[in-house]
Nanobody, 121 residues
Framework: QGLFAESGGGSVQAGESLRLSCAAS?????VGWFRRRAEGREGVATL??????KYADSVKGRFAISRDNGDGTLHLQMNNLKPEDSGVYIC???????????????????WGEGTLVNVSS
């Protein structure tokens, strides 16, 4: 069972948008989104405690990671979705220095169960 609860996934057509949310309060140092596909798990976007963001090349300009200041909820706004964006999106948190910049799952200790995104052409 995952530590975080993600929501917002669903089935959409290519070109549409989705907004994912993750209740990640209490984890402030580095948080991010990964996605699990047949090929494995890959980093999508990270956000550190001073506001620096990092995105996978495949989502730059289309996805935006953000956080609510009030309750710490983490979001991933996904626009102009493509079929290759399909997968299980998982919220994660890290406490190791440099984790957000590296955006590799090995540096993230806390994980959610994920929410499924399916984009059809």
């Amino acid at each position: 069972q995952g530590l975080f609860a993600e929501s917002g996934g669903g089935s959409v057509q290519a070109g549409e948008s989705l907004r994912l949310s993750c209740a990640a309060s209490g984890h402030d140092y580095c948080v991010g989104w990964f996605r699990r596909r047949a090929e494995g798990r890959e980093g999508v976007a990270t956000l550190d405690n001073v506001g620096n963001t990092k995105y996978a090349d495949s989502v730059k300009g289309r996805f935006a990671i953000s956080r609510d200041n009030g309750d710490g909820t983490l979001h991933l706004q996904m626009n102009n979705l493509k079929p290759e964006d399909s997968g299980v999106y998982i919220c994660a948190a890290a406490v190791i220095g440099g984790a957000c910049a590296r955006m590799r799952e090995i540096y993230f200790a806390y994980w959610g169960e994920g929410t499924l995104v399916n984009v059809s052409s």
